[in-house]
């Protein structure tokens, strides 16, 4: 470096210290009053907590038989898996206390009732990462009977009509949809 560089150097040297050493103070105690407030709202919080009533306790426990709705009170359903921001997945049994082919099995919660039984949404897997992957079934309350009529890979599923003995689902999982036609 030259004469000059080397006075140029030290000048802005000395201004770049000066600035920080003269700022350093303040930016030190905004950081210290800002660490203070935290502290002060902290116990204000604390102190307001000890105030209010306790209010009663609740003990979380299994979730009891629950009448499902839409079934006409032949089917009751307790709650088996719910998925984190998505569906439910429930057991089903019958109101009468008989022994069914839906004890074997995890439903979602969709339910619609035809004049030829009960429309369930029957799960292949509890998983959450296989889901959605359900089998749309027909379930016959007079002959306890369930009959696979579609598999659906979508949470988004309709009834969109029924003809004669045909019934059509529509499905969409977002990016795309379809509809699919089975007899029954």
């Not at 470096?1 to 103070?25: C, D, E, G, T």
Request: hydrophobic letters at 45%.
């Amino acid at each position: 470096m030259n004469k000059a560089q080397l006075i140029f150097h030290h000048i802005f040297r000395f201004i770049w210290n000066a600035i920080f050493v003269i700022s350093y103070p303040i930016l030190a105690s905004f950081g210290l009053l800002f660490i203070g407030l935290t502290y002060l709202f902290s116990l204000i919080s604390k102190f307001l907590m000890r105030m209010k009533p306790e209010g009663r306790k609740v003990v979380l426990k299994d979730v009891e038989w629950e009448p499902l709705p839409l079934t006409n009170d032949i089917l009751e359903a307790k709650l088996h898996k719910q998925i984190m921001f998505g569906p439910s997945g429930y057991l089903l049994r019958r109101t009468d206390g008989v022994p069914s082919v839906l004890n074997d099995f995890v439903f979602g919660n969709k339910v619609r009732i035809l004049d030829e039984g009960l429309i369930l949404e029957k799960w292949n897997s509890t998983d959450s990462k296989n889901l959605p992957d359900f089998d749309i079934c027909l379930y016959d309350p007079d002959r306890d009977s369930l009959k696979s009529l579609t598999n659906i890979k979508c949470f988004d599923w309709h009834v969109s009509e029924k003809i004669d003995n045909e019934l059509s689902f529509k499905w969409f999982d977002g990016t795309q949809g379809g509809e699919v036609k089975v007899a029954l």
